[in-house]
Protein backbone atom coordinates (compact mmCIF):
# COMPACT_ATOMS: atom_id res chain seq x y z
CA UNK A 1 0.00 0.00 0.00
CA UNK A 2 1.50 3.88 -0.79
CA UNK A 3 0.23 4.76 2.55
CA UNK A 4 -1.82 7.71 3.15
CA UNK A 5 -1.39 10.59 0.06
CA UNK A 6 -1.69 14.08 0.77
CA UNK A 7 -1.29 16.75 -2.22
CA UNK A 8 0.17 19.61 -2.50
CA UNK A 9 3.51 18.95 -0.22
CA UNK A 10 3.51 22.75 -0.55
CA UNK A 11 1.52 25.50 -1.16
CA UNK A 12 2.41 28.98 -0.98
CA UNK A 13 -0.78 31.50 -1.19
CA UNK A 14 -1.40 35.51 -0.79
CA UNK A 15 -3.93 35.98 2.09
CA UNK A 16 -7.36 35.95 0.89
CA UNK A 17 -7.13 33.19 -1.78
CA UNK A 18 -9.14 29.66 -1.59
CA UNK A 19 -7.01 26.86 -0.35
CA UNK A 20 -7.84 23.06 -0.64
CA UNK A 21 -6.04 20.19 0.72
CA UNK A 22 -6.41 16.75 -0.37
CA UNK A 23 -6.01 13.04 1.51
CA UNK A 24 -6.29 9.94 -0.27
CA UNK A 25 -6.77 7.24 2.93
CA UNK A 26 -5.44 3.91 3.01
CA UNK A 27 -7.78 1.51 1.02
CA UNK A 28 -10.07 -0.34 3.42
CA UNK A 29 -9.79 2.72 6.50
CA UNK A 30 -12.64 3.93 8.53
CA UNK A 31 -11.36 6.76 9.87
CA UNK A 32 -9.56 10.00 8.31
CA UNK A 33 -8.25 12.83 10.84
CA UNK A 34 -7.28 16.03 10.03
CA UNK A 35 -4.59 17.88 11.49
CA UNK A 36 -2.67 20.70 12.17
CA UNK A 37 0.48 21.54 12.95
CA UNK A 38 2.54 25.17 14.38
CA UNK A 39 5.21 25.37 16.48
CA UNK A 40 3.26 27.57 19.20
CA UNK A 41 0.25 25.43 19.29
CA UNK A 42 1.42 21.93 18.32
CA UNK A 43 -0.48 19.21 17.30
CA UNK A 44 -4.37 20.00 17.13
CA UNK A 45 -7.04 17.60 15.93
CA UNK A 46 -9.04 20.12 13.40
CA UNK A 47 -12.19 17.23 12.69
CA UNK A 48 -12.51 13.04 12.28
CA UNK A 49 -14.82 11.38 9.85
CA UNK A 50 -15.93 7.70 10.45
CA UNK A 51 -17.37 5.93 7.15
CA UNK A 52 -17.19 9.48 5.24
CA UNK A 53 -19.89 10.90 8.33
CA UNK A 54 -18.21 13.83 10.25
CA UNK A 55 -18.00 12.90 13.91
CA UNK A 56 -16.28 15.85 15.93
CA UNK A 57 -15.36 18.99 13.62
CA UNK A 58 -14.64 20.78 17.23
CA UNK A 59 -11.16 21.38 16.47
CA UNK A 60 -12.16 23.65 13.17
CA UNK A 61 -10.85 27.40 14.31
CA UNK A 62 -13.63 28.80 12.46
CA UNK A 63 -15.91 29.04 9.77
CA UNK A 64 -13.39 29.88 7.45
CA UNK A 65 -12.44 26.18 7.77
CA UNK A 66 -14.61 23.66 5.92
CA UNK A 67 -13.49 19.63 5.48
CA UNK A 68 -15.68 16.87 3.11
CA UNK A 69 -15.49 13.50 2.60
CA UNK A 70 -17.62 12.33 -0.18
CA UNK A 71 -16.46 8.95 -0.77
CA UNK A 72 -14.07 6.76 1.09
CA UNK A 73 -10.94 7.21 -0.72
CA UNK A 74 -10.86 11.08 -0.96
CA UNK A 75 -11.31 13.97 1.47
CA UNK A 76 -10.69 17.92 1.17
CA UNK A 77 -10.08 20.54 3.64
CA UNK A 78 -10.77 23.71 2.23
CA UNK A 79 -9.90 27.36 3.98
CA UNK A 80 -11.37 30.08 2.41
CA UNK A 81 -10.57 32.99 2.48
CA UNK A 82 -6.95 31.82 3.43
CA UNK A 83 -4.94 34.41 6.12
CA UNK A 84 -1.17 34.61 7.12
CA UNK A 85 -2.16 32.55 10.58
CA UNK A 86 -3.70 29.45 8.84
CA UNK A 87 0.53 29.02 7.30
CA UNK A 88 1.28 25.32 9.19
CA UNK A 89 1.91 22.12 8.58
CA UNK A 90 -1.45 20.07 7.68
CA UNK A 91 -1.53 16.00 8.04
CA UNK A 92 -4.00 13.75 7.29
CA UNK A 93 -4.30 10.34 8.83
CA UNK A 94 -6.17 7.09 8.49
CA UNK A 95 -7.19 4.22 10.77
CA UNK A 96 -9.03 0.92 10.86
CA UNK A 97 -8.30 -0.51 14.56
CA UNK A 98 -6.31 1.67 17.00
CA UNK A 99 -3.30 2.90 15.25
CA UNK A 100 -3.39 5.96 13.20
CA UNK A 101 -1.26 6.65 9.96
CA UNK A 102 -0.27 9.78 8.90
CA UNK A 103 0.65 11.19 5.55
CA UNK A 104 3.50 13.28 4.99
CA UNK A 105 1.77 16.45 5.25
CA UNK A 106 1.12 20.11 3.09
CA UNK A 107 3.61 22.78 4.27
CA UNK A 108 0.90 25.50 3.74
CA UNK A 109 2.67 29.12 3.91
CA UNK A 110 -0.07 32.17 3.57
CA UNK A 111 1.74 35.54 2.69
CA UNK B 1 -11.69 13.89 30.25
CA UNK B 2 -8.33 12.13 28.79
CA UNK B 3 -4.68 14.04 28.64
CA UNK B 4 -1.45 13.67 28.17
CA UNK B 5 1.52 15.15 30.20
CA UNK B 6 5.14 14.99 28.19
CA UNK B 7 7.36 16.30 31.43
CA UNK B 8 9.84 17.76 29.22
CA UNK B 9 9.92 19.56 25.96
CA UNK B 10 13.52 18.79 25.43
CA UNK B 11 15.80 16.17 25.92
CA UNK B 12 19.95 15.77 24.59
CA UNK B 13 21.66 12.91 25.20
CA UNK B 14 25.14 12.00 23.55
CA UNK B 15 25.37 8.98 21.31
CA UNK B 16 25.18 5.87 23.01
CA UNK B 17 23.68 6.88 25.96
CA UNK B 18 20.16 5.49 27.47
CA UNK B 19 17.59 7.96 27.16
CA UNK B 20 14.20 8.18 28.58
CA UNK B 21 11.52 9.95 27.30
CA UNK B 22 8.72 10.81 30.53
CA UNK B 23 4.57 10.64 29.78
CA UNK B 24 2.38 10.28 31.62
CA UNK B 25 -1.50 10.37 31.00
CA UNK B 26 -4.91 10.78 33.18
CA UNK B 27 -7.70 8.69 32.20
CA UNK B 28 -10.89 7.48 34.23
CA UNK B 29 -11.31 4.59 31.50
CA UNK B 30 -9.20 1.89 30.32
CA UNK B 31 -6.59 3.40 27.62
CA UNK B 32 -4.57 2.68 24.57
CA UNK B 33 -1.61 4.43 24.72
CA UNK B 34 1.11 5.28 21.62
CA UNK B 35 4.58 6.51 20.95
CA UNK B 36 4.80 8.39 17.51
CA UNK B 37 7.97 9.71 16.46
CA UNK B 38 8.55 12.57 13.63
CA UNK B 39 11.73 13.41 11.72
CA UNK B 40 12.47 16.39 10.31
CA UNK B 41 10.06 17.74 8.07
CA UNK B 42 8.21 14.10 7.93
CA UNK B 43 4.64 12.79 9.23
CA UNK B 44 4.38 11.11 12.36
CA UNK B 45 5.57 7.29 12.72
CA UNK B 46 4.36 4.69 14.83
CA UNK B 47 7.32 3.72 17.28
CA UNK B 48 5.00 1.53 19.30
CA UNK B 49 1.64 0.87 21.37
CA UNK B 50 0.24 -1.35 24.11
CA UNK B 51 -3.27 -2.09 23.67
CA UNK B 52 -2.98 -5.17 26.34
CA UNK B 53 -1.13 -8.08 27.64
CA UNK B 54 2.47 -7.50 28.65
CA UNK B 55 2.85 -3.98 30.15
CA UNK B 56 6.39 -4.14 28.58
CA UNK B 57 6.14 -3.15 24.83
CA UNK B 58 9.18 -3.37 22.31
CA UNK B 59 9.03 -1.10 18.96
CA UNK B 60 11.09 -0.47 16.40
CA UNK B 61 14.65 1.00 16.00
CA UNK B 62 14.71 -0.73 19.67
CA UNK B 63 12.43 1.56 21.38
CA UNK B 64 10.76 -0.03 24.37
CA UNK B 65 7.85 1.04 26.83
CA UNK B 66 6.28 0.17 30.22
CA UNK B 67 2.79 0.54 31.17
CA UNK B 68 2.49 1.50 34.77
CA UNK B 69 -0.86 1.86 35.50
CA UNK B 70 -0.57 2.45 39.03
CA UNK B 71 1.65 5.71 37.82
CA UNK B 72 -0.20 6.16 34.54
CA UNK B 73 3.05 6.71 32.94
CA UNK B 74 4.05 5.28 29.77
CA UNK B 75 7.76 5.72 29.63
CA UNK B 76 9.71 5.60 26.57
CA UNK B 77 13.54 4.17 26.65
CA UNK B 78 16.11 2.98 24.59
CA UNK B 79 19.30 1.55 26.17
CA UNK B 80 22.08 3.27 23.57
CA UNK B 81 21.08 6.10 21.34
CA UNK B 82 22.00 7.24 17.66
CA UNK B 83 22.02 10.18 16.32
CA UNK B 84 19.94 9.12 13.66
CA UNK B 85 17.26 8.82 16.69
CA UNK B 86 17.01 12.97 16.79
CA UNK B 87 13.32 13.47 16.01
CA UNK B 88 10.29 14.52 17.95
CA UNK B 89 9.14 11.97 19.60
CA UNK B 90 5.06 12.21 20.69
CA UNK B 91 3.06 10.32 23.85
CA UNK B 92 -0.82 9.55 22.72
CA UNK B 93 -3.70 8.06 24.42
CA UNK B 94 -7.01 6.64 23.07
CA UNK B 95 -10.23 5.59 25.20
CA UNK B 96 -11.11 1.76 24.28
CA UNK B 97 -13.87 1.89 21.66
CA UNK B 98 -13.69 5.83 21.50
CA UNK B 99 -13.87 5.96 17.63
CA UNK B 100 -10.41 5.90 17.78
CA UNK B 101 -9.57 9.22 18.59
CA UNK B 102 -6.09 10.09 19.63
CA UNK B 103 -5.09 12.83 22.65
CA UNK B 104 -1.42 13.40 21.85
CA UNK B 105 1.44 15.39 23.96
CA UNK B 106 3.16 18.35 23.56
CA UNK B 107 5.65 16.84 22.16
CA UNK B 108 9.43 15.63 23.49
CA UNK B 109 12.53 17.17 21.25
CA UNK B 110 15.52 14.71 21.63
CA UNK B 111 18.38 15.67 20.75
CA UNK B 112 21.48 13.08 20.10
CA UNK B 113 25.21 14.43 19.82
CA UNK B 114 28.43 13.26 19.03
Known amino acids: DAGVIQSPRHEVTEMGQEVTLRCKPISGHDYLFWYRQTMMRGLELLIY????????DSGMPEDRFSAKMPNASFSTLKIQPSEPRDSAVYFCASSQINEQFFGPGTRLTVL | AQSVTQLDSQVPVFEEAPVELRCNYSSSVSVYLFWYVQYPNQGLQLLLKYLSGSTLVKGINGFEAEFNKSQTSFHLRKPSVHISDTAEYFC????????????FGAGTRLAVHP
Open chain 2, 92 to 103: AVSVSGGYNKLI
Open chain 1, 49 to 56: FNNNVPID
